[in-house]
């Protein structure tokens, strides 16, 4: 899957996301929100409506997301929840292991909501913002094997991989 995020700001103006929130066979939204509501309980803090409101949104749109983009779609829906609650929750989320904050290499912080059972890493092309989804079992296996060597119980991993896309690369030569 290909996505694409702002890019750096030296490359050109173009432009073209644990346990799991989302829809890859994970635990559904209902499952999801109880969970969040019971990690909030455990720290003496409560699902409000502004939070699930913010949840709610993060379940009906996958993929990679700015917290302004969340901000401006609650906005969009008419719900009325400020832009600080947006910070607040998705930190919550992100401590949760609900959703994982991504550094594509830009000054911008992006978002994604993780599925278990879809995880994924990422190819960021530094010049056209590109971003390339990929599985692969042989990492996966490689990386389970450096925890084990060092006794090392994984929660979860990021890989990310800065280059240029094909397209770029054969631009530039």
């Known amino acids: 899957m290909m996505r ?10 173009s432009r073209g996301g644990p346990p799991s929130l989302g829809t890859g066979g994970g635990p559904g939204p209902q499952v999801q929100k109880q969970l969040f509501a019971d990690f909030l309980a455990a ?3 409560k699902l409000t409506r502004q939070r699930e409101a913010v949840v709610d949104e993060i379940l009906a749109n996958p993929g990679h997301f700015e917290a302004e983009e969340i901000v401006q779609r609650l906005k969009g829906n008419r719900q009325r929840v400020s832009r600080a609650t947006v910070y607040r929750t998705l930190e919550l989320l992100k401590d949760c292991l609900m959703v994982e904050r991504l550094d594509f290499g830009t000054n911008a912080a992006y978002y994604e909501h993780v599925d278990e059972a879809s995880h994924h890493d990422h190819l960021i092309c530094l010049r ?12 996966e296996k490689i990386q389970s094997d450096v925890c084990g060597k060092f006794d090392f119980t994984e929660r979860y991993h990021s890989l990310r991989i800065f280059g240029l896309c094909g397209k770029c690369h054969r631009t530039a030569n």
Request: charged content about 30%.
């Open 128 to 139: 056209c913002g590109n971003i390339i989804e990929f599985h692969n079992e042989k990492l």
């Open 4 to 13: 694409k995020a702002p890019p750096s700001p030296s490359a050109p103006r």
């Open 43 to 45: 720290r003496r803090l």
